[in-house]
Structure formats: structure tokens, C-alpha cells
């Protein structure tokens, strides 16, 4: 069975480019009904917390990425990373260095100083213990090979390799006694039987150390693809001066989770020309030879485009659900049932208009506007002492209306328009600015019958009275 896991350090919130690892990860698993493991790396206790787990944790479900069975703490697990450093010490690939700090910083500095490159030299991987200076914890590294060369067979990245002479021998457990990195993500991913680990190829030059404990204990190691890091707009390493990063803030500033999985899934692999590719269809299509190496830019208008398709396929009702709370915190009170009725009925002029959440919120405010409607500034140059009277007197009209309906409402209009020899945009735009306060919104007939009779002839009646 595919096994494929996540694996961020809780230190902050779930990045762009850990969404799009973790969806690979997901896509990989789902595709040949394999599992999709989480493990949350907080063996830096000094920078994890609680809040950033919560955040990764919310991050990976807003996205829709469900993983299998229990997130996993690596931290919990440090014992087991022990035991199995104890089981390398046993079996003579690893030994106990006597180094002190001071002793490591005085050997890289007289590299530096012979314009070598700064490694661990070695000095205790085949010393008797008994030499060990008294009060000194020993650290416990591995007895990398220094022979040969160690080769990653990489799904991306294709045959990588590394001369061993080039690798020091790197510490397993600190004299402290707590796991490195790199012991605990092998034993981790050993343990919780993953067969493929999907990262970013920062993680490369890791691979080939890992490996090495692999060999060292006698496992089988799992299969590696090392996608590319995401770029920002202008082509350098995206980082916060490019804007938002985290997955929360696509979703704070109106994108659906499903924009954001196709979004990601385009950012590095491809699938021939196809640029809208729903979840079913990724799943069936992914494959990691369709990961390319060169780097993505994160495009926002590409981003904003793909949200509007995505907005205008989706279910009315869940875009009033989804839509709500960005309303209610720029009212600042909650909507009710009438509201979101109001609303839901709103929602087919909205979807071919707006490319956000944000601005479906914005864009529908004046359906629950306090009376008198505030005007914007085009919105009130429209409404000038004689299009008021003109409106209060098609208010008139509209009073005498058999039906609240767009077309009942429509035809009035136009037949007032004729009357007074005026074309339609000189009273539809002035109607518009009277009914919504500004001088765009959904065709203003349905925008209308939508408010209702006695909401927007009490609109009208203000706009005349306060001319």
C-alpha cells in the first residue's frame, strides 16, 4: 500500500508552499487508495506551540485534505528515537563523541582558516571510551561510510549523488539526550511505514544523510520525489514581502478551498493543457512524473480568475454560508433569517460580477443598509435635485405595481422612460443609485424585486424627501 505523509514544524501557520506539499502528499495517497499520515514536527519546543498545531490543523481541513488516523507528535515519540540509537550503538554505526563546544568551534575555525570546508573531523569515531574526559555527556553520531558515494533515485529530480568523503558524520542524539532532526524523521517515517515522502527539494542535501541512517539500521528506505519551492510574482524565493503566505489568509481574503487545490495543484505539475481540474479529476490524473523542476510564481490575477469559475459553479446556499460572516463583520451585527434569504436570492446576479468572497460581502452590503442608504460619491453626482423628483414621481408608479416582479418592474420603467422622453440608462442609473447606493450592482430590476416592495419604495421615498 502507498503510504505518504505531512510533516510541518508547528512554529506558525500553515504555509503556501505546505499546502501544496501537503496536496501532493494527498493527491499521491488518494490516486492509488493508499493513506495520507500527518506528523506534526515539534521536537523544537522553543518555537512550537499549541497555536500553530491548531492553525496547521485548521489549514489542512479548510483545504479539504483529511488525513488518516491520528496527527502523530514527533516529540512524543523521542524514547523510541533513543532506543534506536542505542540499537546503532549496539551494532557499531554509531558512537559516543566527547566533544565539547568548545572543541568543535576551535576545530572550524582552524578549517576556516585552512580554507577547508567546517565538518566534524571524526576525532572520536574510533577511540576507546575509556579515553572519555570525566563530566563530559557525550553526543551520539553516526559512523556515516566514508567510501563510495550515496545516490537518491529521486521521482523529480531524477539520479542524485554525493562522494560519502563529502558528508561528516552527523550527531543522532544531543548530549542532552534529545533527537536530532534527522534521526526523528527517519525513524518516524520507518515506523509509520511510509513508502513515499513528497517534500520540498530544500530538503535534498537531508536525503542523503538520511539514507545513511537507513543503511545503518538495515531498512528499506522509502521512495523520494523533491518538488520545487514556489517563487513569488517576481521570480525570487517567496517570502513575506510577497504578501500573504499562510493558507488562512488565502481563505480570509475569499478564495474557496477548491480554487486553492487546483491553484496549487497547477503551481509545479501539470496534466497536458488543462488549467481548471476539479479534485476528482487530480486525483485520477496525478502522478508524480507530472511534478516539472522548475520553480512556480505565485500569480494572483491567475488565482482571482480561477476563484470566479470556481464561484460561479458553486451551490448558491454555501456562498451565502461562506459569504455571511465576511458580511456581518463589516455590519457588525448578525443577519437574519430574512437577510439571508435576501441574500441567497441575491446570489445569480453576484456570480459572473465578483472574482471573491470579499467582494460578493462588499458588493451585496446595501441589502442590509440602514435607512437612509449612504451614498457613494458617483452614486449621489447621480442624484441631483431633478433626477430625485423624477425618481420619487417613477416611485409613484411603482406603488401602483399589480406584481413586485423584475419584468412588472422592468416594463414600468420603460414605459416611464418613454413617456418622458428620457432613454433607459437615464432612469435605470439614477434607480440604481436610489435602490443600492452606488453605481454598480446586479441588473437593478431583479436588485429590486429582491428588496422587496416595501424596502425599496422606503428607499425611493428617502431619496425624494431628502433631495
Not at 576545530?107 to 576525532?123: C, L, N, T, V
Not at 481574503?253 to 479529476?281: C, K, V
Request: aromatic residues 8%; contains cysteine.
Amino acid at each position: 500500500m502507498i503510504v505518504t505523509r505531512f510533516a510541518p514544524s508547528p512554529t506558525g501557520y500553515l504555509h503556501i508552499g505546505g499546502g501544496r506539499t501537503a496536496l501532493f502528499n494527498w493527491l499521491f495517497a488518494q490516486h492509488h487508495q493508499g493513506k495520507f499520515l500527518l506528523r506534526i514536527e515539534d521536537t523544537d519546543r522553543a518555537r512550537s506551540t499549541d497555536a500553530a498545531v491548531e492553525a496547521i490543523l485548521e489549514g489542512l481541513k479548510w483545504l479539504g485534505l483529511e488525513w488518516d488516523g491520528e496527527a502523530i507528535s514527533q516529540f512524543e515519540r523521542k524514547d523510541r528515537h533513543a532506543e534506536v540509537v542505542a540499537e546503532m550503538l549496539a551494532n557499531g554505526t554509531a558512537y559516543r563523541c566527547y566533544c565539547t563546544p568548545e572543541e568543535l568551534d576551535a576545530m572550524r575555525e582552524a578549517q576556516k582558516a585552512a580554507g577547508q570546508q567546517p565538518r566534524y573531523d571524526g576525532r572520536w569515531r574510533d577511540r576507546d571510551p575509556s579515553e572519555a574526559p570525566a563530566g563530559v555527556a557525550p553526543a551520539i553520531r553516526l559512523k556515516a561510510p566514508r567510501e563510495g558515494e550515496t545516490v537518491v533515485k529521486d521521482h523529480v529530480q531524477g539520479e542524485v549523488k554525493v562522494q560519502n568523503s563529502q558528508l561528516d558524520d552527523l550527531i543522532l542524539l544531543r548530549s542532552d539526550g534529545t533527537p536530532t532532526y534527522l534521526l526523528a524523521v527517519v525513524v518516524d517515517d520507518h515506523d509509520m511505514g511510509v513508502t513515499h515522502v513528497v517534500r520540498g527539494d530544500d530538503h535534498l542535501t537531508n536525503t542523503f544523510r538520511q539514507l545513511q541512517i537507513y543503511n545503518a539500521m538495515g531498512w528499506a528506505a522509502p521512495e523520494f520525489a523533491h518538488i520545487p519551492l514556489i517563487h513569488g510574482p517576481d521570480g525570487a524565493k517567496l517570502s513575506k514581502r510577497h504578501g500573504a503566505l499562510g493558507i488562512e489568509a488565502y481563505r480570509d481574503m475569499g478564495f474557496l478551498p477548491e480554487t486553492m487545490r487546483n491553484y496549487l495543484l497547477r503551481l509545479g505539475w501539470g496534466h497536458g493543457d488543462a488549467e481548471i481540474i476539479s479534485t476528482a479529476q487530480a486525483i485520477e490524473w496525478f502522478t508524480l512524473e507530472g511534478i516539472g523542476r522548475s520553480p512556480s510564481r505565485l500569480d494572483f490575477a491567475k488565482m482571482e480568475n480561477l476563484n470566479a469559475h470556481y464561484i460561479r459553479e458553486a451551490d448558491d446556499a454555501r456562498l451565502v454560508t461562506l459569504t455571511t460572516p465576511f458580511i456581518e463583520a463589516r455590519i457588525g451585527r448578525a443577519l437574519s433569517d430574512v437577510e439571508k434569504d435576501r441574500l441567497l436570492r441575491s446570489i445569480l446576479g453576484f456570480k459572473p460580477r465578483v472574482k471573491t468572497l470579499l467582494e460578493l460581502a462588499d458588493g451585496s452590503l446595501y441589502l442590509f443598509a440602514a435607512r437612509p442608504l449612504p451614498l457613494d460619491e458617483k452614486a449621489a453626482s447621480l442624484l441631483t435635485t431633478d433626477v430625485r423628483s423624477q425618481i420619487g414621481a417613477l416611485a409613484a408608479k411603482f406603488a401602483e405595481a399589480a406584481e413586485w416582479k423584475s419584468g412588472t418592474l422592468e416594463a414600468i420603467v420603460r414605459d416611464f422612460a418613454e413617456a418622458n422622453g428620457l432613454k433607459l440608462g437615464k432612469v435605470a442609473q439614477p434607480l440604481r443609485a436610489a435602490l443600492t447606493g452606488t453605481s454598480v450592482s446586479p441588473p437593478i430590476f431583479e436588485v429590486a424585486e429582491i428588496l422587496g416592495r416595501d424596502e425599496s419604495l422606503s428607499r425611493l421615498e428617502d431619496i425624494k424627501n431628502h433631495g
